[in-house]
């Protein structure tokens, strides 16, 4: 004859189990939230006050086409130093101001997790 | 005759050579495995510790020519001291952020991590989420943390002057509000490590314990902690050793603004903003200053980490 096993749940584990649900619940809202938040418009966000709400189809309506994002892959950008090179025309010193974008800066945030964390584990290994 | 042994000798000196060569190759390859490590830890851990004593016994004057260095004596210690002593709310929250760290975040972290190392429902899918704030970097949550407990407090609270984390909201309160966020977002960590011992516990272990009749709550506490009692002192030692430099994730709130008058500073934060605003000379707070209070903060936790360290040894609950 067969036998079914019946796996016991207890109170614990319940208890355990519901907290860790609304722990869950407690970050996927506030991302939720953000991603919300990014197809709104400042108008529809600061001046109507709808922080809660789902975004308004007029006052976002290019928001609501991720316009917020085109917005910061398009114009987002970050001065870092300034280098001197000679002029290849007139051969005087020219001061360029270095800028670096939203790709520029995907491609050091991927380098630096990357490479670093690989050799972060590596020293470690050894050391270890 | 003797070209034949000749040649054996010429062999024999052939696998010498060889031999000794592999053992140079060796020694070679363990120099340069172990260069590296040995190296960062000269220059970040050494150099480091060795340049701030040296700093704390030193005064920085410009003159025309340049920096002038003079032996400063206790000077910069009885600033420390100072600092130290008229800083006794900043200790209490330092306090409170540990006890939080021990009894809230490691107690909660110890449950779901017996949760997800039992294999119970949906214990992948928490792994996950309890890893989530340290995948996402720490500084969105924050953001959004900080969009929450102002701008969307006051759409709920017209009346309100400020949000949360500003004046003249209390400091207290505003301390409250960050020691939440610090306790929602910490248990990453905690859990990983905490669920990976759990999980290299011997599942014959288990089964002989529940073939003697225990339940989930006294395998917990004689099975699951004793064994993983090492990585937890781990923990508590860590935590310890660093009461003074957890800085709560306030810099992420309040970047350098946060050590006036009415925030919530905890002594962790305000070494981080002054090192930051520190100079040589000419600021309120040097390099050599702070260089003392660090030196402080070791000279007072060493002996109670040693001890706690000691104890937790001797008389917490061991595998056997």
């Known amino acids: ?128 | 005759m003797s070209m034949i042994s000749a040649s054996k000798t010429h062999k024999n000196e052939k696998k010498y050579v060889s031999r000794n060569t592999m053992k140079r190759n060796r020694l070679l390859f363990y120099i340069g495995m172990t260069a590296i490590p040995l190296i960062q830890f000269a220059l970040f851990f050494i150099y480091v510790k060795f340049n701030s004593i040296l700093m704390a016994f030193r005064e920085y004057d410009l003159t025309n020519n340049g920096y002038v260095i003079s032996f400063a004596g206790f000077e910069n210690f009885s600033w420390a001291w100072k600092t130290f002593i008229n800083g006794k709310t900043m200790v209490g929250r330092s306090l409170i952020v540990y006890a939080f760290d021990l009894f809230v975040v490691l107690g909660f972290a110890l449950l779901f991590s017996y949760y997800i190392a039992k294999k119970q429902f949906g214990a992948g899918f928490f792994r996950v989420i309890l890893f989530l704030p340290q995948v996402v970097p720490g500084i969105v949550f924050a953001s959004l943390y900080e969009f929450l407990v102002t701008d969307v407090y006051k759409v709920l609270n017209p009346s309100a002057l400020s949000g949360l984390l500003t004046p003249p909201t209390e400091a207290n309160t505003q301390f409250i509000v960050l020691l939440i966020f610090h306790v929602w977002i910490g248990f990453g960590t905690n859990v990983l490590m905490l669920t990976s011992s759990m999980s290299a516990i011997n599942e014959s272990v288990v089964e002989a314990a529940k073939l003697d009749g225990v339940n989930t709550v006294q395998e917990f506490i004689y099975i699951y902690i004793p064994m993983i009692f090492p990585t937890f002192v781990t923990f508590i030692i860590v935590g310890m050793s660093g009461i003074f430099t957890n800085q709560m994730h306030m810099y992420s709130f309040y970047s350098d603004a946060g050590t006036g008058e009415g925030y919530p500073s905890v002594f962790g934060y305000y070494f981080y903003a002054k090192t930051r605003t520190a100079d040589y000379y000419g600021v309120d707070v040097t390099y050599s200053q702070l260089s003392a209070l660090g030196l402080l903060f070791t000279a007072i936790l060493m002996p109670i980490v040693l001890t706690a360290r000691k104890l937790l040894n001797k008389y917490g609950p061991s595998a056997d």
């Not at chain 1, 270095?98 to 490479?115: C, E, I, T």
């Open chain 1, 1 to 128: 004859m067969k036998r079914h096993s019946v796996k016991r749940i207890s109170v614990i584990n319940i208890c355990i189990c519901v907290v860790l649900g609304l722990y869950a619940l407690s970050l996927f809202s506030i991302l939720g939230w953000a991603v919300l938040t990014s197809l709104k418009s400042t108008l529809d966000f600061n001046d109507m006050r709808n922080v809660l709400g789902l975004p308004d189809g007029k006052l976002s309506a290019s928001e609501i086409k991720l316009g917020n994002y085109l917005d910061i892959i398009s114009k987002f950008e970050l001065k870092t130093a300034s280098k001197n090179y000679i002029s290849s025309i007139w051969g005087e010193i020219v001061r360029q101001k270095l800028k670096v974008g939203f790709f520029g800066m995907l491609f050091n945030s991927l380098l630096y997790a990357g490479v670093g964390n690989l050799l972060y584990t590596f020293v470690s290994m050894l050391m270890g």
